[in-house]
């Protein structure tokens, strides 16, 4: 079991930038690969970004390229998400999920556990 809590959410202007954390429990950390979805008013969960287990893999969906970085530090058991150059369309509620295989992040996007999720809203 991995439970997983978010936070680093908050209320900034446009162009402006935020880091999310995501903290997950247990001493098998590094097995998880990890990721980061959000989700708009009324719509599905979409794909962020994901990274493997030992950092050296990262995937990130093509409108956040270039501006948003996921890393994680496995003594920490923690993963990250910067967010930086943000646009209003960023608003959203981010949610942290882990599962064993990154491809199941990726591709299936179905990762075996999730966050809460925390409210990123960026104003105009």
């Known amino acids: 079991q991995v439970q997983l809590v978010e936070s680093g959410g908050g209320l900034v202007q446009a162009g402006g930038s935020l880091r999310l954390s995501c903290e997950a429990s247990?001493?098998?950390?590094?097995?998880?690969?990890m990721g980061w979805f959000r989700q708009f008013p009324g719509k599905g969960r979409e794909f962020v970004a994901a990274?493997?287990?030992?950092?050296?893999?990262?995937s990130h969906e093509d409108s956040v390229k270039g501006r948003f970085t996921i890393s994680r530090d496995n003594a920490k058991n923690t993963v990250y998400l910067q967010m930086n150059s943000l646009k209003p369309e960023d608003t959203a509620i981010y949610y942290c999920?882990?599962?064993?295989?990154?491809?199941?992040?990726?591709?299936?996007?179905?990762?075996?556990?999730w966050g809460q999720g925390t409210q990123v809203t960026i104003s105009s």
């Open positions: 999920a882990a599962d064993l295989f990154l491809n199941t992040i990726v591709r299936t996007r179905r990762p075996g556990y």
């Open positions: 247990g001493r098998t950390f590094r097995s998880y690969a």
């Open positions: 990274i493997s287990g030992s950092g050296d893999t990262t």
